[in-house]
């Protein structure tokens, strides 16, 4: 085991200093491995997990609770399409009892090493592992699941049902404890995906264009009946193209959208291209706010957990696009009127 544990941190340390090396998918073999790996915990509590971005984070902690202290690798306003390891990112994977990530491609430069680390330690890919034909599809490159899944509240709960079935799977004599935290979490997210649903069903039909940096919404306008544009693809390593640019450009001009949003992990610049195209034909557009796509917000925050950021995105979106049911507080003035 020793032996193999070098192995994978001279892997590790390859990746990292060759910064990725070839992104490919997860072969079918190796996710095989990632399902079969089913040790126990046997160490001194609480858990140890690494996780790389915040919304998984979230989920581990809230579910976890006081077994389980969770190591979180990227922080708000980090891109994790473009996120480089360091040897700090190395050591805590490696030192870490469990590790939990997204998958599929989202975590770029780490996800080879990620799929790897499957043969030695205890590794879960949440969204890799939710069920057959759940996934949406990039349009550009079909081949490549869209890793967004976050955006849908409704399927990040089912994320959070397989956290928390992970969790009991790895530390069984607990698994009454995440079954309940999980199942709480669960309600709590169903509550925010009605909310979502009732704000949004209440902008006009016609109002309904959310457009921002990168392709990061696709779950969400699925979820919520938004049609989704963007500037970038699904990974924010594609380039923002004039070409699409000037089309988003006659769309804005034509259907009179005057709205538009930019993105706490993303540069704004390609937004910029978008106002002042629209502007050079007289059509006014604004920046309505600011979304949380790839990243949450600072921690310590309420925007910095998962249904904070939903909550924000939401409620953001609701009030730009002309929503009229949207509550004085967002989903916590909602639940405060039931």
């Avoid at 259907?255 to 910029?272: C, L």
């Amino acid at each position: 085991m020793m032996g193999r544990q070098l192995l994978v941190f001279f892997h590790l340390a390859v990746v990292l200093f060759c910064g990725g090396c070839g992104n490919k998918l997860p072969t079918q073999k190796n996710a095989t491995l990632q399902e079969k790996s089913t040790a126990t915990f046997r160490g001194e509590y609480p858990i140890s997990a690494t996780v790389t971005v915040g919304m998984v984070a979230d989920l581990v902690r809230e579910i976890g609770g006081e077994k389980v202290k969770v190591m979180q690798l990227l922080g708000d306003g980090v891109d994790p399409h473009l996120y480089k390891p360091t040897r700090d990112d190395v050591q805590a994977i490696m030192r870490a009892d469990i590790v939990f990530y997204n998958g599929l491609m989202l975590e770029g430069k780490m996800a080879e090493t990620l799929t790897e680390l499957g043969n030695s330690k205890t590794s879960v890919p949440v969204a890799e592992l939710l069920e057959p034909g759940t996934l949406g599809n990039d349009p550009q490159h079909s081949a490549h699941p869209d890793p967004h899944v976050w955006m849908d509240v409704n399927l990040w709960s089912q994320v959070g049902k397989i956290v928390g079935e992970r969790l009991a799977q790895f530390d069984p004599s607990n698994a009454q404890h995440y079954q309940q935290r999980s199942e709480a979490l669960r309600a709590k997210l169903d509550r925010l995906h009605v909310y979502g649903q009732q704000v949004m069903r209440a902008v006009p039909a016609e109002r309904r264009v959310l457009v921002t940096s990168h392709d990061a919404f696709r779950y969400f306008g699925k979820a919520y009946e938004v049609e989704v544009q963007a500037v970038q693809g699904i990974s924010t390593e594609s380039e923002a193209g004039l070409q699409r640019i000037n089309e988003l450009v006659d769309m804005l001009v034509s259907r009179n959208v005057q709205n538009v949003f930019i993105e706490s992990s993303v540069p704004k610049e390609s937004i910029e291209a978008l106002l002042r195209g629209a502007a050079s034909r007289n059509h006014k557009v604004k920046v309505a706010g600011e979304l949380f796509s790839d990243a949450m917000g600072r921690d310590g925050t309420y925007e910095g957990t998962y249904i904070g950021m939903m909550d924000h995105n939401l409620t953001s979106i609701a009030k730009a696009l002309g929503s009229d049911q949207v509550p004085a507080n967002g989903f916590r003035g909602f639940e405060a009127s039931q």
